[in-house]
């Protein structure tokens, strides 16, 4: 009988997860929300689960009925997203002996979620961090502000809110460090946020899968493109790279102190011309770039599986099977979410005409030099399919506003 894997979480990284595991024999379910989901289409999946997200309480209660029917023998759980993985982590008593999580040890999990948290675990390492201030307090903020210097990063100690629509606030001029002084009232969570000096560098995504603190399998990619043009965003355009001495020694010291055991990515800015990196965040969980790896042979959804599995003792073995080297220099680009973004910041006013014209540019050439795609895979064709127009579609009712309206102060911002 094959084992049933409940995918939960509709992200790019979903359908590569889909794709790995129905490749190696595992009977696929997806679970979704009301809404249609993109990964159900692959040709992988076997079952589709609709449950209630907007009620936590009655998801939970519906998960727990759904695993009973399945079985815990047979039954593999993978939240694939920060929202599920922190919501079985809340949970993980209530659902121990019903299946088999696909995650690090929930107090892991809550820790690496909170930034502020791993930064102090970072200093303790003596792994280099941007000079950063927590808690919003005015005048605390505006002296390290004129401390700092420009640009300004305001970001978000959890990644589940964004700041003022973006990953991170960056402010470039003193217009926009004025706009956040006058506007930073209405943020939700104003404590929640964290004032960071702007260090120059390439992101760089540090994949790893760990047993009993020890990391087993690196991989290590430089994001090259993202779809803001403040480069706070979601890649869009990665590259493979020799692996950085200096980043696997910080992630393995993260990890040995956490005794992690389970995949994850630690992320951080290098500049090649300084020789300077600093630690961003350690995601406990599968980077949304995960197809790059998966491309190149490493194959990080199926050792998240046999990490779990280690964790869960149903394996004699606690040692991960996978190669220790993988193609060097190989590219992978999400043209979806690049046009995407591109849609989303002409509709929002927050580019130039000309601007908007060299992005096109950018996906143009992106298109013709990337042979290999984040969720685009000719065998299993229908997914990307169905994300392109649904994602295109909504992004195209006011795609010519950039050429009547200006681009406000507010969207200055980023400039």
């Not at 023998?73 to 929202?83: D, H, K, L, Q």
């Not at 090649?272 to 995601?283: C, Q, R, V």
Request: aromatic residues 10%; hydrophobic residues 40%.
């Amino acid at each position: 009988m094959k084992e049933n894997v409940l995918v939960l979480g509709n992200f790019r990284q979903t359908v590569t997860v889909v794709r790995s595991l129905g490749r190696s024999g595992y009977r696929i379910i997806v679970g979704r929300d009301k809404l249609k989901s993109f990964t159900e289409l692959s040709r992988h999946v076997s079952d589709v689960w609709c449950y209630n997200g907007d009620n936590r309480l009655q998801f939970f209660k519906d998960l727990e009925a759904k695993l009973k029917t399945l079985g815990p023998r047979t039954t593999i759980v993978f939240p694939v997203g920060e929202f599920s993985l922190e919501r079985m982590a809340a949970e993980a008593e209530r659902f121990k002996g019903l299946a088999t999580f696909v995650m690090p040890d929930p107090a892991i999990v809550a820790r690496c979620l909170d930034k502020r948290a791993t930064h102090e675990l970072a200093a303790k390492l003596d792994v280099p961090v941007p000079p950063t201030v927590e808690s919003f307090d005015r005048e605390k903020w505006q002296a390290s502000a004129r401390t700092f210097g420009l640009p300004l990063v305001i970001k978000r100690a959890s990644s589940f809110t964004p700041v003022f629509g973006e990953k991170a606030f960056i402010a470039k001029n003193e217009q926009a460090v004025k706009w956040f002084f006058d506007n930073v009232a209405s943020d939700p969570e104003p404590n929640a946020l964290l004032l960071q000096k702007f260090v120059k560098g390439f992101r760089h995504n540090c994949h790893f899968a760990a047993v009993d603190g020890k990391v087993a399998v690196y991989f290590e990619q430089r994001v090259l493109r993202t779809d803001s043009l403040n480069d706070s965003g979601y890649g869009v355009e990665g590259i493979s790279v020799t692996p950085s001495p200096k980043l696997r020694e910080y992630t393995e010291r993260f990890v040995a102190a956490l005794g992690y055991t389970g995949v994850g990515c630690t992320q951080f800015l290098v500049d090649d011309k300084a020789g300077s990196a600093y630690f961003l965040e350690l995601n406990p969980r599968l980077d949304a770039t995960c197809a790059l790896p998966y491309q190149c042979g490493i194959d990080f959804p199926r050792l998240a599986v046999d990490c779990a599995k280690i964790r869960a003792g149903l394996t004699p073995t606690r040692v991960l099977a996978s190669p220790k080297s993988y193609v060097i220099g190989r590219r992978a680009a999400w043209i979806v979410g690049d046009v995407f973004g591109l849609l989303n910041a002409v509709n929002h006013r927050k580019i130039s005409a000309l601007q908007a014209i060299g992005w096109v540019g950018k996906i143009i050439l992106s298109a013709l030099r990337n042979r290999h795609h984040i969720t685009w895979d000719l065998r299993d064709p229908l997914p990307t399919l169905y994300l392109a127009g649904e994602r295109l579609g909504s992004g195209l009712g006011n795609r010519f506003s950039f050429l009547r309206r200006p681009v406000s102060i507010v969207d200055k911002a980023s400039e």
